[in-house]
């Protein structure tokens, strides 16, 4: 199975990774040096990667990717896929081949795995504490640079729905576009005349509402707001665009956030704070 995702070129992905670690060529420079000393050119290594917490699986294609970028003729089976929700000691790949090839690789493949992993295991977390409230999980822009392909990737996996990939694809009007702008509804009306289709207002104060969407709104994110004043505000837009509910949203708090009536929660948490999932790379019998 190969690898695909719109916007992401994993054999890109792949080689700058594994240049980051292995160094600049040259005198006295480039390569896993410990490898090259330890283990014979021709050794052979089977191991399997295996996750030692309860996870939801992210990336495991993308980990393969590594071994077979430094051996060809690596054998990889996958013991399980990407979104499956797995106990601790589950065992999710087996890996065979050139022994000094897959133990350079071992960290790109593992530190990948771990961070997507994670990233896929809290998503999934907020995505069951919302599950009965009709409510749907959105991401957000938080995310770690030159990573957001892959980290959107992981909330989708989690259950997640994608919110903007970036600048391009909508509007966001929020208070500091406002404050230079002039207001909300200002600020919204011109980003209705220059075309845009989809026009995002935060809006902070239940009396923001109505001229935003007077002016053009097509979504409001209502930003820190309890659950009492979110529940007047989706009294107040009844349904004439879709309501996001954003701000210092966490797992104590998104279940009552989420049952106010809002069609969206974003969560920048999921990106920005998840930790890496606990996985390891074990070396087997031949």
């Known amino acids: 199975m190969t690898f695909r995702l719109d916007g992401f070129d994993l054999d890109a992905f792949v080689a700058a990774t594994l240049a980051e670690?292995?160094?600049?060529?040259?005198?006295?420079?480039?390569?896993?040096?410990?490898?090259?000393?330890?283990?014979?050119?021709?050794?052979?290594?089977?191991?399997?990667?295996?996750?030692?917490?309860?996870?939801?699986?992210?990336?495991?294609?993308?980990?393969?990717?590594?071994?077979?970028?430094?051996?060809?003729?690596?054998?990889?089976?996958?013991?399980?896929?990407?979104?499956?929700?797995?106990?601790?000691?589950?065992?999710?790949?087996?890996?065979?081949?050139?022994?000094?090839?897959?133990?350079?690789a071992e960290r790109s493949a593992l530190n990948t795995v771990q961070h997507l992993s994670g990233i896929a295991t809290l998503t999934a977390r907020y995505v069951d504490a919302i599950a009965e409230s009709g409510a749907t999980l959105l991401d957000t822009r938080k995310t770690i640079p030159g990573l957001r392909r892959l980290e959107k990737y992981a909330t989708r996996t989690g259950g997640a729905q994608n919110h903007r990939m970036g600048l391009w694809d909508?509007?966001?009007?929020?208070?500091?576009?406002?404050?230079?702008?002039?207001?909300?509804?200002?600020?919204?009306?011109?980003?209705?005349?220059?075309?845009?289709?989809?026009?995002?207002?935060?809006?902070?104060?239940?009396?923001?509402?109505?001229?935003?969407?007077?002016?053009?709104?097509?979504?409001?994110?209502?930003?820190?707001?309890?659950?009492?004043v979110l529940r007047a505000a989706v009294a107040i837009v009844a349904g004439r665009v879709p309501t996001e509910a954003s701000g210092g949203v966490t797992l104590d708090t998104i279940g009552a956030i989420a049952r106010t009536g809002v069609c969206y929660v974003s969560v920048g948490r999921i990106t920005q704070s998840a930790p890496a999932a606990d996985i390891g790379l074990d070396f087997a019998e031949l």
Not at 211 to 223: C, E, I, N, R, V
């Open 170 to 228: 909508a509007a966001m009007i929020k208070d500091n576009h406002v404050a230079v702008a002039g207001g909300v509804g200002k600020a919204a009306a011109l980003a209705k005349a220059a075309g845009i289709a989809t026009i995002i207002v935060e809006v902070d104060r239940i009396d923001q509402i109505e001229p935003a969407l007077t002016a053009g709104a097509t979504h409001l994110l209502l930003d820190n707001m309890p659950p009492d």
């Open 21 to 104: 670690d292995l160094g600049p060529e040259g005198a006295g420079g480039g390569g896993d040096v410990t490898s090259a000393a330890v283990i014979p050119a021709s050794a052979r290594f089977e191991a399997v990667m295996d996750s030692r917490d309860a996870i939801t699986v992210c990336g495991l294609e993308i980990a393969a990717a590594f071994f077979r970028h430094l051996d060809a003729n690596a054998m990889v089976e996958m013991l399980v896929r990407d979104g499956a929700r797995v106990p601790g000691g589950t065992a999710l790949m087996r890996v065979t081949g050139n022994a000094r090839a897959l133990l350079t």
